[in-house]
């Protein structure tokens, strides 16, 4: 069975820091990833995916298929990244989500 | 822009009523999904359906069952609501891969159950 574990629940940093949110994930077959965010009292929506190889407000991840993760990094945090972050799997059409890591960017 | 609509933002139910949740989407999307959403567990795929009157078990279908009788609207129903079914639940959907990649999925706002 596919599953994906983001081990931080919470994670706090002051602006200007670098933060790394983790995600690790297990399934047999070829991985699709994909990183959603949910800032505050706005909707869930897709920060990122791992096929389009892009940076996003200064997010990236890089999929790592010896040690299955998924990191989402910044080398800079800014205050307005404060948000929920959801690690994602693919499987077949739906999505398999981890539990979610709550940054918060002190000033 | 995708638009995706649900009935309502707060609900509060009593233990055993019959629950309506209501999503509607104006993208002409294949693909509809209801998770509930968690703190610590995440999100959690209850059903999902791919066309109108198809549907499939997600991880956690149990208590619940759906509706998808036009493209565009898919219905979460809780037979008989209990206090475990107290969460967020949200709808989303997608356009079908047309590829081997999977689509973006565009969420709602959600709705906040409380059943006492």
């Known amino acids: 069975a596919q599953r994906v574990t983001q081990p931080e629940k919470l994670l706090s940093v002051f602006k200007g820091a670098p933060v790394e949110l983790k995600c690790n994930y297990s399934y047999s077959g070829s991985p699709e990833l994909f990183w959603y965010v949910q800032y505050s009292r706005q909707r869930l929506q897709l920060l990122l995916r791992h096929i389009s190889r892009e940076s996003i407000k200064g997010f990236t991840a890089d999929l790592n298929k010896g040690e299955t993760s998924f990191h989402l990094k910044k080398p800079f945090a800014q205050e307005e990244d404060s948000a929920m972050y959801y690690c994602?799997?693919?499987?077949?059409?739906?999505?398999?989500f981890g539990g979610g890591t709550r940054l918060m960017v002190k000033p | 822009d995708v638009k995706v609509t649900q009935s309502s933002r707060y609900l509060v139910k009593r233990t055993g009523e019959k629950v309506f949740l209501e999503c509607v989407q104006d993208?002409?999307?294949?693909?509809m999904f209801w998770y509930r959403q968690d703190p610590g567990l995440g999100l959690r795929l209850i059903y999902f359906s791919y066309d109108v009157k198809m549907k499939e078990k997600g991880d956690i279908p149990e208590g619940y069952s759906v509706s998808r009788e036009k493209k565009e609207r898919f219905s979460l129903i809780l037979e008989s609501a209990s206090t475990n079914q107290t969460s967020m639940y949200l709808c989303?959907?997608?356009?079908?891969?047309?590829?081997?990649?999977?689509?973006?999925?565009?969420f709602g706002p959600g709705t906040r159950l409380t059943v006492l």
């Open positions: 994602a799997l693919r499987g077949g059409n739906m999505l398999t």
């Open positions: 989303a959907s997608s356009l079908m891969a047309s590829g081997p990649w999977v689509n973006e999925q565009f």
């Open positions: 993208m002409d999307h294949e693909n």
